[in-house]
């Protein structure tokens, strides 16, 4: 399959099917982030290739601001430092592209309002971030599609700066490798790396038919109208 192929075969798969997938391999957890790991808010689901980026804990002091003036600028300066990875997604490479920032767990809002919008206008498929989120409600308004470990008031600002960007990382428990293909849904985040991707949807296509089949018959049973669920491998 083509990478454009197997990511849309793969979206028509919940992350429960896939992990089974994985599980029929051998890959028992694998690929399982921690279950802090969450959206921010239900019914997000997206699946997408790995665009990875490290995050240092900040090192150096920050500073003492004694104007708006000078607190803009360091500030700018900071942003400048923790959000490099920004001009390495554009229109042309975000296209089936998540975003998956490994914070190493610091509490800072990397991902909040203004960034979520900036990197939907790019079109990527979502971001996934050992780390925080902030500006939850807005977020939310404009149905920014995230996942993270925490959720904060606080900026990325003095509490993490510029690491790598393109290199494994560790993220919510699991070795992200940049190109992986990540899953996420109500149910959490699965990474599957992308040498197993194709034996992972033989599998994960034959839990789905055996349980659209199962409960197709309880629908009927119990008088229910079919839904979308029971629609996800029709072409």
């Not at 919940?14 to 959206?39: F, H, I, N, Q």
Request: net charge negative; aromatic share 6%; charged share 30%.
């Amino acid at each position: 399959m083509t990478k454009k192929e197997l990511i849309t075969e793969i979206r028509k798969y919940r992350c429960s099917d896939l992990s089974d997938g994985m599980d029929a391999l051998g890959l028992v957890d694998t690929g399982t982030m921690a279950e802090t790991m969450r959206p921010i808010r239900p019914g997000i689901e997206f699946k997408g290739y790995a665009h990875t980026v490290k995050l240092l804990p900040r090192q150096s002091a920050v500073t003492r601001c004694t104007s708006v003036e000078e607190w803009r600028k360091v500030l700018a300066e900071g942003c400048d430092n923790i959000y490099n990875f920004v001009d390495t997604v554009t229109e042309e490479n975000a296209g089936d592209m998540v975003i998956c920032i490994d914070m190493a767990g610091v509490r800072g809002g990397v991902w909040g309002s203004e960034i979520a919008m900036t990197m939907m206008e790019k079109g990527i498929e979502g971001a996934v971030i050992d780390g925080g989120c902030r500006d939850s409600y807005e977020a939310n308004l404009e149905n920014a599609p995230v996942f993270c470990t925490k959720r904060t008031f606080t900026h990325a600002y003095g509490r993490v700066e510029r690491g790598a960007i393109g290199v494994p990382v560790e993220c919510a428990g699991v070795t992200v490798k940049p190109g992986d293909i990540i899953c996420a849904d109500d149910d959490g985040v699965l990474v599957i790396p992308i040498e197993y991707a194709e034996e992972v949807i033989q599998y994960a296509r034959a839990q789905l038919e055996d349980d659209i089949a199962v409960r197709s018959r309880h629908y009927e049973n119990l008088g229910y109208e079919p839904d979308s669920t029971l629609e996800r491998l029709k072409e």
